[in-house]
């Protein structure tokens, strides 16, 4: 068989069958063919020795989606890019907006946060600022409703919820947009409500609302960022985690392999002095992305009035090395413009 275009010599892995060695690969009409142990004949021969060829991988979590960033993801051997976290709140607009333009797989949730901002007249912008709106009265949570329900209409691939930044959110709020994402089967991509180790209004606490969400809807759940969201006990968070998925609740976890998170800095994140303790850090290990310097307590004031990302960083090594040895941890990049996962 003479194919279009053969691989020939590569490392090929493919995780669904667990292969891992020396192959060469056909290709004939854009689709494989053969993947054989024998040097395969081609029209177009390329010799791919030393190198690996694999399917492509699936980021589940990204915030910038221009045409130069899925150039960079490609690049990175990326092929599939997901905003399954903030979202959007006009599903048919963003899907417009790449229509046949783009170097990738790519999907978008419906973003409670986007909605509630939409709902509430709040200015166009990536994350409320810190004066996020009050607590819903029930036409306004009828309104979200919809939205979001017309959204997984019009074809959203999840329900995402920034719950931390919209501090406000009643419990019983979350859990109808919860009760939408099992009625439609999609997943509920949740930044959890609160952040950091200690004991009250800390990350395990946050977590407890998740999973009773997800016991009480049996909605699929998947928690963004565990280490950033949990810092030193993310073994903890994922050993409750872990617990959950074996006792039968479809819930996942993800992280990036950083030691840095990035956010707004004005955000409800920085809205009082307790994230300092939150965080475990201060001013120092704060740098704002507009200029590349690192902040102290004058011009974190004077940016937090100004807006713009700042990159933060506060997540413990070990974090990162739990996630990569637990069984139910995704990876995705997070990335945003300035941040270095942005280009891998």
Known sequence: MIHDLVFLNGRVIDPETNLDAIRS???????????????????VEIDISNLIICPGF????????????????CQDGVTSVFELEVGTNDIDQWYAERENKTLVNHGVAIGHIQVRMKVFKHPPSFLPQSDSPAALQADKLDQIKNEIEYGLQRGAMAVGFGIHYVPASTRWEIVECFRLAKKYNVCCHVHMRHFGAQEINGSLAALEEVLALGACTQAAINVCHVHSTC????????????????????????????????????????????????????YDCLTYVNTGEALDATSFAKYRKEGGLIIINSIPEQAVIDCLQSPITLMGSDALRGHPRAAG
Do not use: R
Request: hydrophobic share 40%; charged share 25%.
């Open 25 to 43: 690969i056909g290709i004939i009409d854009g689709l494989i063919v053969s993947i054989s142990e024998e040097i395969l004949k081609g029209k």
């Open 58 to 73: 699936i980021d589940v979590h990204s915030h910038e989606h221009s045409d130069e960033y899925y150039a960079l993801k």
């Open 231 to 282: 810092l030193a006990v993310t073994d903890k968070a994922l050993e409750l985690i872990h617990d959950a998925h074996k006792n039968g609740m479809d819930i996942t976890t993800e992280f990036y392999p950083y030691l840095a998170g990035c956010s707004s800095i004005d955000s409800t994140l920085f809205k009082d002095d307790l994230w300092q303790e939150q965080l475990g850090i201060s």
